[in-house]
T-cell receptor, first 115, second 111 residues
């Protein structure tokens, strides 16, 4: 079974620029998550999709972050304009169903550095 | 107060030692408790999963949950250098609600 795929693995941009991250979840997984992990901290949920609908985006900074999951499969996370404090690893995860009993499968992450 | 608190370490132990990693949580509604292991520059991977209170053993790993004291533990027996990683505890109420992570404890097992 192929794992969660993310790209790019690394991205360096200057503040006020934009960036987009892509995620392909495990085949058949209905629920997709984007987490932000700042150095030395645990992952923080940004947005959760069930198929192509948003379940939870309460911690997504909507003035600069956006995410979509077209056709209930792949997802993109965009930041525009980026701030210094957005430097972090952006982790995509998927799970089989919405019950969310905690069994998430994570990708390797996209590491963003904002200069 | 964070919902899940964890000592960030780092924790350094000799090979073969018994390791104890701990978390506390504040949300009484949490029902599911997980330990994730995260190697450097990798995503977290699920290591142990427990529902409600009690113990669960898997090889060298034992997860323990005490809901009365809101305390989560992970024990690693006969620790190996390959166990060197960051260990994240996490909890959720289930039912589609979000997973809340601790900050992670960095463990180094030395030869």
């Amino acid at each position: 079974e192929a794992g969660v795929a993310q790209s790019p693995r690394y991205k360096i941009i200057e503040k006020r620029q934009s960036v987009a991250f892509w995620c392909n979840p495990i085949s058949g997984h209905a629920t997709l998550y984007w987490y932000q992990q700042i150095l030395g901290q645990g992952p923080k949920l940004l947005i959760q999709f069930q198929n192509n609908g948003v379940v939870d985006d309460s911690q997504l900074p909507k003035d600069r972050f956006s995410a979509e999951r077209l056709k209930g499969v792949d997802s993109t996370l965009k930041i525009q304009p980026a701030k210094l404090e957005d430097s972090a690893v952006y982790l995509c995860a998927s799970s089989r169903d919405r019950a969310n009993t905690g069994e998430l499968f994570f990708g390797e992450g996209s590491r963003l550095t904002v200069l | 107060q964070k919902e899940v608190e964890q000592d960030p370490g780092p924790l350094s132990v000799p090979e073969g030692a018994i390791v104890s990693l701990n978390c506390t949580y504040s949300n009484s509604a949490f029902q599911y408790f997980m330990w994730y292991r995260q190697y450097s520059r990798k995503g977290p991977e699920l290591l142990m999963y427990t529902y409600s209170s009690g113990n669960k053993e898997d090889g060298r790993f034992t997860a323990q949950v005490d809901k009365s004291s809101k305390y989560i533990s992970l024990f690693i027996r006969d620790s190996q250098p390959s166990d060197s990683a960051t260990y994240l505890c996490a909890s959720t109420t289930g039912g589609g609600n979000k997973l809340t992570f601790g900050t992670g404890t960095q463990l180094k097992v030395e030869l």
